[in-house]
């Protein structure tokens, strides 16, 4: 997921999103892969 679509699911500010973002990858519930545009966030997943 890109910021720009976790802002339209949110109605959330760029600012906002980029908090709840990092802060969901700081908590290890999303893996965050890129930079800058190319920034993605998926969801971690762990495996058995």
């Not at 519930?29 to 058995?48: F, N, P, Q, S, V």
């Amino acid at each position: 997921m890109q910021k720009g679509h976790y802002i339209s699911i949110t109605k959330t500010s760029r600012a906002t999103a980029t908090r709840d973002l990092t802060d969901l990858v700081q908590k290890g519930a999303l893996a965050k892969t890129g930079t800058l545009k190319h920034t993605r966030y998926y969801l971690k997943i762990e495996t058995d």
